[in-house]
Structures are given as structure tokens and as C-alpha cells.
């Protein structure tokens, strides 16, 4: 099947050089009169793009609901798109959800505004300073894995979802705001829990995607945008009167913007903070749901995992460490790359283009599904298989950079990929010391599309003490 119009030629998108010179539609599913593909999208989003992806090469077009998707899994197109024409498109930046909660903070804006608060927030992730992170990080994660002693004791099963997610939560809380977030952590966590409570669920069939927004939903949901604000911004009021001394990343931003002579006011600074900790934590935390759900299904993963952290001797990696994990590294990597928890992005044609020769018309939405791109075959050979040697430093160095995006890439890529990447390969290592987790056998596992994708019927495993730690908690 394939869809492309008269005009244009029928080959598949692949990319590849063509006889013609004038732009093509790329090719597609036609779909269902009215509706287009769209059945397929409510069913599983993630698993329709990959399909696609693979059946019409490179760059396809989808209709759906009268409108067409674009969808790049090349990677050169996708170095095209977000390199070579990255100035003719935009963040897609319509639901009023993501624009609530983050305002304009950096994942929003744009162009000159988008630099300004780009020169300002980097400083704060640069490779010494996150590596002087990683002492409270190692303590901060110690404090709340001794809190898994009693249910270790007794080889309990319980759903780790909930606890990656607060762990990260008071990880990312404390990088931000300083050890002074432990005076709001319990408030600030139990508003993000509301948050997420109250943001829309993707819908799964025709009617949700026909429906309005309840509004009784959207009014709780903006009750907790408000406490959010109140919250965020009662801190940054209280700690001006210090100067913002020992507040993290809030301190840096501040002096930066200071010597730049660019002062963030309040509400920017509000934006700022809630950007990176709803980019940055729930991230983490379904990565680390993911991580261990793949450890639990490959033993020899687990075991070769196992020998490297057992030559830390047992103490809380420091970040020289963390840097040595190699082995780690790749278990990690290998894990975002067939459970990116941003599993997709999308940008908007700010005028007609081509990319790898097709016609992208402006106004029009091009997708670049994570999910999709680390699934095809020709880039990763039996692509669903989960073999971290696919990141051994000499595959890496073979494979096109664009071939590989957890992170984005390009001039919007994640400011905290680093940052992420140490929080990682410290909770994992720790983890692997202390504990084993094992997927409980009923539970069912379904990757979901939501903020994050994340396992829509939790993670339920079994936790005993790793080999040789002490049973030496209290009774319960
Ligand atoms: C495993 C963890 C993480 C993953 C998978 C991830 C993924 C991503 C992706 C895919 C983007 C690009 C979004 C787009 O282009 O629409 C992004 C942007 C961003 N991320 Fe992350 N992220 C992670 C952790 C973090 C952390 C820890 C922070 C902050 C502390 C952070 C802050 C941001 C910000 C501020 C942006 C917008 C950057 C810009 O546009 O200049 N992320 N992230």
C-alpha cells in the first residue's frame, strides 16, 4: 500500500537519492474515509508509528481526522529536521496542560527567549558542578533505600513505580532548590502527585477522542496548578531575602542571569523550577521502572551488571564511580532505548520545506517517535531484543548519532541528559548492592503513552537482600 500522490514519485521513504528533483509527499497508510489512521493511534500510538515506520521507510504521512502527521525516523532526515532546518520549525506547544504547569520556562520557548534562558540554565549542568551533586545524591538515595529494609526482610512484593517516582522527586527537588526543599518536600511532592492525578488520559477509543475535556477534571487540575504556583513562589519570596544562598540550581540561575544583566523575575523563575523538576523527575523514575523490569528478565545482564558494581566494595558510589560504570551505562542506555520515557516529540513546519527530499508543508506536524526510530531493524539489528553490548563505546561510535534519541538532539536537546544519566547509574548501582527486584509473575506489563511512558499496570516485584547484606532491620 502506498499513498503518495500524482505529482509525486512512489518510491518508499528511504531517503535515498531519487531521479526526480521536485519534492514528493512521502508515503503512507491511507486509512479510514473521515477518521484516516486514527483507530490505530487510540489503540496504541507507540506500536502504530513503529508500523508505519517500518513499512514506508524514512519519512511517512499519515492521515488522520482530515490533517496528515509526519513521521521521521531516518536518521540523517532527522538531522535534516532538527540541525540543517531547525530554525523553520517550532515546538508544538497547543495543549493547555503542558503550558499550565510549565509556562513559558525553557521546554517552551522559543528562539530569542528560548537562548536567553538557555545561556542562563546551562552553567548549572555543567560536568564538575553535577559531579559535586553526587555525594548527597549517594545519601539522599542510601536514606530512602533503607526505607525497602523491612519489605527486603520479609521478601515482599509491592509496586515500585510509586517509590522511583518520590525518590526522584526529592532527588530532583533538592538539585533544584538546595537542601532547602526538605522544608517543602512533603507539599511540593503531594501537589505533583495531584498534578498527574488530574492531567488527561490519553483516550483509547473513538468516543474519548470525540469527547470535550470534563471540565470538572480541568478545574481540579487547575487547583493544583495553583497550589503548585503558591508553593514555588512562596519559596523563591522567602530564600530573596539570603540571596538565594545554598538553593541549588535556583542559586545559579539567579547569579547568571544577575551577571548577564538579564534578571529572571518571579514568574520566570516559577516556570523555570517547574519545568525542570516535571522534565526531570517523572523521567527518571518510569527509566528506572523500565531498567528493572529488564534486569529482572536477563539474568546474565543482571549477573554481569552485578560483577562490575561488586568492585566498588560495597561503599556508595562516589562520582569518579559512577563514571566507571561502564557496563551500567550500557544496561541503562539500552533500557531508554526500547523504553524512552519520552517516547515521542513533535515540531511544527514554520513554512513549506523539504526533508530528505518531501514536501513538508508549513503548519504541518512532524513526529519523531523514539519509540519507532529505536525499533527498526536496519538501525538496530533484531531491534526488540535487549542487548546492552548494542552500546558497547565501539557500536556506539559505528551508529549514525541521530540513529539514537532519548534525549533529543540538536540545540533542544535535554539540558538534564547528563544530570540523568549520573542519577541513573548511581540509584541502579546502589540498588543492584543492596537489593535484588524481581517481577512479580502476574504482573502484566504494558507500556502506556501518558507524560511519560509508563507501565500502565505498575511494576509489582519481589525484593530480597542482595547476596551477603545484612538482614538487619528492624522488626516491623
Ligand atoms: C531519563 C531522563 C530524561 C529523559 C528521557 C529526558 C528527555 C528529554 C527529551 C526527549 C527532551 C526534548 C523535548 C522536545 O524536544 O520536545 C528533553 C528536554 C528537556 N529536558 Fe529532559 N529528559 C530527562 C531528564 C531531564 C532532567 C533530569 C532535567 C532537568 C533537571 C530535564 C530537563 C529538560 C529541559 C529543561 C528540556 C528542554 C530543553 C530545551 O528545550 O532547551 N530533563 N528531555
Known sequence: MNSASSEVGTDRGTGTTQATTAPRHPPGPKGLPVIGYLLPFLKNPMEAVTQVAREYGGMARIPIRGKYLYLCSDPEMLKELLITHRTKYMKNIRYRHIQALVGQGLLLSEAAEWRRQRVITQPAFKPDTLDAQVGWMGEHTERFLDRWKAHADRGATFDVEPDFNRLAQLLSGRFLLGEPFADIADEFCDI??????????????????????????????????????????????????????????????????????????????????????????????????????????????????????????????????????????????????????????????????TVGG???????????????????????????????????????????????????????????????????????????????????????????????????????????????????????
Open 192 to 353: 505533583a502527585a495531584d498534578v498527574k492525578k488530574h492531567w488527561p488520559a490519553q483516550p483509547r477509543n473513538l468516543i474519548a477522542a470525540f469527547m470535550k475535556p470534563n471540565p470538572k477534571k480541568i478545574a481540579l487540575f487547575d487547583a493544583a496548578i495553583e497550589r503548585l504556583d503558591k508553593c514555588l513562589l512562596g519559596f523563591v519570596q522567602k530564600h530573596r531575602a539570603t540571596d538565594y544562598e545554598g538553593c541549588g540550581v535556583l542559586t545559579r540561575i539567579v547569579r547568571t542571569s544577575r551577571e548577564e544583566g538579564n534578571l529572571f523575575d518571579d514568574k520566570s523563575l516559577r516556570d523555570q523550577l517547574s519545568t525542570m523538576f516535571f522534565a526531570g523527575h517523572e523521567t527518571s523514575a518510569t527509566g528506572l521502572c523500565w531498567i528493572h523490569w529488564a534486569l529482572s528478565n536477563h539474568p546474565a545482564v543482571r549477573a554481569k551488571l552485578n560483577a562490575e558494581v561488586a568492585t566498588l566494595g560495597g561503599r556508595i558510589p562516589t562520582a569518579e564511580d559512577v563514571h566507571h560504570l561502564q557496563y551500567t551505562q550500557q544496561v541503562i542506555e539500552e533500557s531508554l532505548r526500547l523504553h524512552s520515557p519520552i517516547h515521542a516529540i513533535s515540531r511544527v513546519a514554520m513554512e513549506d520545506n
Open 358 to 476: 518531501f514536501f513538508i508543508p508549513k503548519g504541518q506536524t512532524v513526529v519523531i517517535s523514539m519509540y519507532a526510530i529505536h525499533r527498526q531493524d536496519r538501525l538496530y539489528p533484531d531491534a526488540e531484543r535487549f542487548d546492552p553490548d548494542r552500546f558497547a563505546p565501539e557500536e556506539v561510535a559505528r551508529r549514525h548519532r541521530f540513529a539514537y534519541l532519548p534525549f533529543a538532539a540538536g540545540h533542544r536537546n535535554c539540558i538534564g541528559a547528563a544530570q540523568a544519566m549520573i542519577e541513573l547509574k548511581l540509584i541502579v548501582a546502589r540498588i543492584a548492592q543492596r537489593y535484588v527486584l524481581t517481577l512479580d509473575p502476574t504482573q502484566k506489563v504494558d507500556p502506556a503513552p501518558g507524560t511519560t511512558m509508563y507501565p500502565r499496570y505498575g511494576m509489582r516485584m519481589k525484593i530480597t537482600h542482595a547476596p551477603g547484606q545484612t538482614n538487619n532491620s528492624p522488626a516491623p
